[in-house]
């Protein structure tokens, strides 16, 4: 199976961001996470992306798609995963 190239936009203190990092986690998807709090260009490109909103997570996916604050359902469904293995 070809691993998605997957970016997460957050910060440590967001309980979305941790859902979501343990899902894909639980899945066995590798990611990268970039700390919005932490770097000052990824806060930016976030809020490019969301209308000047820091909304987080921003999840960028290697075809240049986005979800914003997906449920782990919206997130298993972009990854074409099984819902009852999700």
Known sequence: ????????YGADWCGD??????FLKDQQISYT?????ENKEAEEF???KN???????TII???GSY?????NTQLAEKLNISLQSA
């Open 33 to 37: 996470w970039v700390d919005t709090d």
């Open 61 to 63: 996916f290697e075809d």
């Open 17 to 22: 961001c941790r859902r979501t990092k343990q």
């Open 67 to 71: 979800l914003v604050e997906p449920s």
């Open 46 to 48: 976030v809020k490019a």
């Open 51 to 57: 209308n000047g909103k820091r909304i987080i997570p």
């Open 1 to 8: 199976m070809n691993t998605p190239n997957i970016t997460v």
